[in-house]
């Protein structure tokens, strides 16, 4: 069983819409990170979130951390092409002692067709 | 800044041959990992360091081997290709902190026939 959910697992949808994919736990995390995967490519951090109820902006990209801290929210508006690529989220791991290694979710596979 | 240098990008290596994937960080980061990613599978851990001499199976080790003699570099082994170790993997690293971001490497795309 994965510790991180994410859904949707893909998602293909026209350029302007807006979208909103989502990262769950039955566990609380001190924090949250969103990656980007583009093909080829290593992920890179777009977000840290860490305070319960936080939201943040990155552009066209909207981030919130839930007030339990055991989930969070990526919103995109009017995505872009430029927007395709693997979401994947990401938290220290929540057992007791051991935040040295980072649960990652499987992703969302977003494509954004012009 | 270089950041996180994996070699080589590419290989194809035939059923029970060996080989070193190389991993060199240049941030002084003390945590570094190897991941392999299969489509559709996530991140899969399979090594982990958190300082020089000091290593830590994940959630697939068998198979592979590490060692962590500096702090820059984290070298990976594999000592008997199998075709199940076919895989995209990729060596990250970040600060100590829990809410440190990982830098990873550009992944390198194994075959084994």
Same mark, same amino acid.
């Given at each position: ?114 | ?28 980061? =003390? ?6 990613? #299969?489509?559709?599978?996530? *991140?899969? &851990?399979?090594?982990? /360091? ?14 592979? =081997? ?6 820059? #570099?984290?070298?990976?082994? *594999?000592? &008997?290709?199998?075709? /199940? ?29």
């Amino acid at each position: 069983t994965q510790l991180l959910e994410q859904s949707p697992q893909f998602l293909s949808i026209q350029e302007g819409e807006n979208l909103t994919v989502y990262c769950n736990s039955s566990s609380v995390f001190s924090s949250l990170q969103w990656y980007r995967q583009e093909p080829g490519e290593g992920p890179v951090l777009l977000v840290t979130v860490v305070t319960g109820g936080e939201v943040k902006k990155l552009k066209r990209l909207t981030f919130q951390f839930g007030d339990a801290r055991k989930d969070s929210s990526l919103h995109i508006t009017a995505a872009q092409p430029g927007d395709t690529g693997l979401y994947l989220c990401a938290g220290p791991n929540p057992n007791a002692g051991n935040n040295r290694k980072l649960i990652w979710g499987l992703g969302t596979s977003l494509a954004v067709n012009p | 800044n270089a950041g996180v240098t994996q070699t080589p990008k590419f290989r194809i290596l035939k059923i029970g041959q060996s080989m070193t994937l190389q991993c060199t960080q240049d941030m002084n980061h =003390n945590y570094m990992y190897w991941y392999r990613q #299969d489509p559709g599978m996530g *991140l899969k &851990l399979i090594y982990y /360091s958190v300082g020089a001499g000091i290593t830590d199976k994940g959630e697939v080790p068998n198979g592979y =081997n590490v060692s962590r003699s500096t702090t820059e #570099d984290f070298p990976l082994r *594999l000592e &008997l290709a199998a075709p /199940s170790q076919t895989s995209v993997y990729f060596c990250a690293s970040r600060n100590l902190g829990g809410a440190t971001e990982a830098f990873f490497g550009q992944g390198t795309r194994l075959t084994v026939v």
